[in-house]
Every structure is written in C-alpha cells, then in structure tokens.
C-alpha cells in the first residue's frame, strides 16, 4: 500500500489512539499545520517548541510509511508517520509530544535563559509542558510495537523498527543490555574503555559510528549527526549512573548538553563537541562511592539545589520545600556529607560553570546570571576560591570550541 485514504475511518481511528494511549494524537497537512489534534483541549505548542518540531515533521516526510522517533532539547518525544492521501497530498500522523520526566518551572527558566527567550513566557511554557503526559521509556516502547502493527505499510519494518527502538529506548535498562545488538564487539571494546577512563575509547567509538550509522537518518547528515549525540549523551550518562556517578549531577549535565548540541549548525562542531562529551562524562563515570549513602533528607536537600541552581538558594528555603527546620537541615547535611550547604551550592554551580566556560562562548556575565550569581565578580571570587584559578584563566586552558 502506497497511500493512506483521508476519511472519516482515519480520523477515528486517530482519535481512539489518542484516547487509548493516553497521548496527543495529531494530523498535520502539506504545510506542517495541524488539521486534527486529539484531546480538543490540548494547547499548542509556544514557537520555539514548535521550531523544532516543524524540523522533525520535515525530515520525516522523506521516508513514507515509516515510523519515525524524535526527541528535541526540551526532553520531549514524538513519533512521527508520514504518508500520501489518494489525491496525492503529503500528511504526517504525530504521536505525541509526551515526556520521560516531568518539567519544572527552574527547568523550565533555564530553558528561557539558555535560549535568550522572553522570561515572560515561563507560564505558557508551563501551561504547555502540563498538559504532555509522562511515559517511562518501556510505555514508549510498547506504543511504537502497537503503532507498527496498526499503521498501514509499517509491519513489513517492524523488526527494524524495534531494532531501532532499542537504541532509543535505552535509559531503562542496564549498558549490558544497550550493547546486545548491532556492533556487539566493537561497542563493548568502547564502554570497556570509557569505564577504565581510556582515551581510545574516542578511536572506537567513531569506528562504531562509521560501521553502524543510521539509515534512515543518511538524508540529513547534520539532524542524524544530532540524534546519534543525542542517543550517545543518554547512553554514557546512563552507564555513569549505573558505575556510581551522582544521578543529579549527570542527569541535568545530560540535559545540558543535549541542548547545546541543538545549536550546532555544523557537522564537524558536533564532532568536536561529542568528543569533548565523551572525555567529560568519562571522568564522572564511578566519581563517586557507590556505598556513600546519605538519609532522605540530605538527598532531597542535594536534589532540590541541583534542580534549582540557577535560582536564589537559601537554607530557609531549602528546608521549607523538605518541611523541616533550617537547623536541623543544616546539621545533619553537614553531619552526612562534611560540608556546608552553601558549600554545596558553591560547588555545584562552579562545576556547571566549568562546562560552560569549557564548551560554550557564553561571556562571564552570561554565565554568572545563568548559574543565579547578583554579579559577575562575585562570581568570579567563588569560581577562583573552588577551581583554584579565575574562570578566565580556566576557559584559556581548557575551552575547546574554538
């Protein structure tokens, strides 16, 4: 079957998936407008958001009754299904947007920040962000197997597609399983390098990439080159996790650079960049004991401040969201982890900003204002009494985006 008949089944059809799967449901015409969406309240996406989308929809119409899986910088997640109507006009099914995590409202101001947007529409992106479901990464899965056997022309790919989706569908499972199919030997040489902190882990794992690219994706060099580091970020960060690194620490760096690698217009700064991803994640992989365990405030307390830095941290604060008192925090945080708060604070704002000055152009003031600093000399005196040097300094020695 090479074309899809628009009727009145189809729509239906639509809008009992959508009803089933508990997700938006989309139709959108020749010119990316949306012409059916499921449920009828569901709000339109604000432009930036829809930026990225309008890409996806494009790329995906280059492969015909395949469906397609994309994620974008604001941790959201669609499949998308492009078809021809018997009169020959060019459509697209979208499943989705849905996300794997919810998205706060810090998250959500770092995003404005980080993509110099107005401040005042943090509340329609909250207003959007709301209404998209949470799928953990198996309820994904499940939706893509039933998709391939619902959507016409999709079950003569549905062993690749699922081959595929377990490249995609990774975060839920150990990195023994990650390595179980294509490339077996050549990627188990890779994440035995990366785990033993060997720089040749960087000459395997583009051997990797050049032997087991994409298919699909050859069409567009530069958007396959963003999904590989994409799906390379969420990997590593994984096994990190998994070898005893800090989840927040790791899970708000992989957000980082999963939304800087967004901004890269070429295929060689994406080379660069994975590159210098890969050798940070490395020396976070196992950083820390994996028998440091800390009680339930102490790690909500950690998570509150990783979640919020670029907010206005008070110990007061801190111990209003946990409901407990401000001395008794402050106590038994530095009882547990042998440093202060503020400490704590200091610490992780000055390792976000040694990424930023490492593989961003942002300017001192950018970063101070990003990372919640009044000034950037103040800033600046934190960063020196941490790192031992100025960010200056730091950037001269180790900036490598040239």
């Known amino acids: 079957m090479d074309v899809v008949d628009l009727n009145y089944e189809l729509i239906q059809l639509l809008k009992d998936c959508s009803a089933v799967l508990n997700a938006p449901v989309l139709l959108i015409d020749h010119n990316n407008r949306i012409k059916y969406h499921f449920p009828d309240h ?12 309008d890409q996806y929809i494009d790329q995906s119409k ?127 040489q890779f994440i035995s390098s990366f785990k033993m902190k060997d720089h040749k882990a960087l000459h395997l794992y583009q051997s990797y990439k050049e032997e087991y690219s994409n298919p699909l994706a050859e069409a567009d060099e530069l958007r396959s080159e963003k999904n590989q580091l994409i799906r390379m970020i969420t990997e590593l960060t994984q096994i990190c996790i998994e070898e005893g690194g800090p989840r927040d620490e790791l899970e708000s760096l992989c957000e980082f650079y999963i939304r800087y690698g967004e901004t890269k217009e070429s295929t060689e700064e994406l080379q660069e960049l994975e590159n210098n991803i890969i050798l940070t994640l490395m020396e976070r992989c196992g950083s820390t004991r994996k028998d440091a365990y800390y009680s339930p405030h102490v790690e909500k307390a950690q998570r509150y401040i990783l979640n919020n830095l670029t907010e206005e941290l008070t110990l007061k604060d801190i111990a209003a969201d946990l409901n407990v008192h401000p001395n008794y925090l402050s106590g038994i945080f530095t009882k547990e982890t042998g440093i202060s708060i503020s400490q704590f604070i200091n610490e992780q704002r ?32 934190v960063f020196k009494k941490h790192a031992g040097v100025g960010p200056k300094e730091f950037r001269k020695k180790y900036h490598v985006m040239g």
């Open 42 to 53: 569901l709000k339109n996406p604000p432009p930036i958001v829809r930026k990225y989308i």
């Open 62 to 188: 280059k492969f015909l009754l395949k469906l397609q899986f994309f994620s974008d910088p604001f941790n959201q997640h669609v499949f998308l299904y492009p078809f021809k109507t018997s009169q020959g006009t060019e459509m697209v099914i979208g499943i989705g947007p849905f996300l794997h995590q919810e998205i706060g409202r810090s998250q959500v101001q770092r995003m404005l920040k980080v993509n110099d947007m107005d401040p005042t529409l943090e509340s329609k992106m909250m207003a959007y962000f709301d209404q998209l479901p949470v799928f953990d990464r198996m309820h994904m899965l499940s939706i893509e197997r039933l998709l391939n056997i619902i959507l016409p022309g999709t079950d003569n790919n549905f062993r690749t597609a699922n081959a595929m989706s377990k490249k995609y569908y990774k975060k839920d499972h150990s990195s023994k399983e990650l390595i179980s199919d294509q490339g077996d030997e050549i990627k188990r």
């Open 350 to 381: 000055v390792n976000e900003a040694k990424e930023l000055l490492s593989i961003t152009d942002y300017s001192l003031m950018e970063i101070s204002i990003l990372l919640g600093y009044n000034s950037q000399s103040y800033f600046t005196r």
